[in-house]
């Protein structure tokens, strides 16, 4: 069974940019969250979606947004880019919403903003 | 909001030393997972769990729920070096809140 696949593994952006980072959780999984981890900090909620539906977000400025497709696929969007947003972004999928489910982690999308 | 705290922030031990790390949530939690990172790695789910008062084992790595849904800890027994990482615990405050993860724990072990 194939993880969960982040796209692209690497990026570099300027301040004021914009960005649009890809997931692709485990076949058969449906809900797909979305983390910030920066040095020294934990992983910081963004947003959890369900069956295409947002279910949950993070205390991020609206700047941050995302969406899931009809094949669970899920994308983030970070517009007008700063220099604080350089992070690991990693997205996490599990067979269904909340409840007792584990989260299966992606290897990260590592944003750089200069 | 809800708060999952974790101490220590670091920890540094010798090859064979034990290691403790703490998890403390503001709130009573429905449930709890705990997670390991590898050093340029993703996190890698461990284990889960449910009722109050809880223990679980996994070879050296002993699990505690708190009676009060409130805390957990992670145990390992005789450390390796292939348990350096970062260990993070994560909670739910309903079944359907948001996964919130504490800070981690950073383990270093010094072969």
Redesign the interface.
């Known amino acids: 069974k194939a993880g969960v696949t982040q796209t692209p593994r690497y990026l570099i952006k300027t301040r004021g940019q914009q960005v649009t980072l890809s997931c692709s959780p485990i076949s058969g999984h449906r809900s797909v969250s979305w983390y910030q981890q920066t040095p020294g900090q934990g992983l910081q909620f963004l947003f959890e979606y369900f069956s295409e539906t947002q279910r949950n977000k993070g205390n991020f400025p609206g700047r941050f947004s995302g969406r899931q497709f009809s094949n669970s696929r899920s994308e983030m969007n970070v517009s007008t880019l700063e220099l604080g947003d350089s992070a690991l972004y990693l997205c996490a999928s599990s067979r269904t919403s909340g409840t007792y489910n584990e989260q299966f982690f992606g290897p990260g999308t590592r944003l750089t903003v200069l | 909001?809800q708060q999952v705290m974790?101490i220590p922030q670091y920890q540094h031990v010798q090859e064979g030393e034990d290691f403790t790390t703490y998890c403390n949530s503001s709130t009573t939690l429905s449930?709890i997972?705990w997670?390991k990172q590898r050093p340029g790695?993703?996190?890698?789910?461990l284990i889960?769990l449910?009722k109050s008062g809880e223990v679980k084992k996994q070879k050296r790595l002993t699990f505690q729920f708190g009676e009060a849904k409130k805390n957990s800890s992670l145990h390992i027994t005789a450390t390796q070096t292939t348990d350096v990482g970062t260990y993070?615990c994560?909670g739910?405050k309903?079944?359907?809140?948001?996964?919130?993860?504490?800070?981690?724990t950073q383990l270093t072990v010094n072969p």
């Open positions: 909001g974790q449930n997972q997670y790695g993703h996190p890698v789910f889960q449910v993070f994560a739910r309903t079944s359907g809140s948001r996964l919130t993860f504490g800070e981690g």
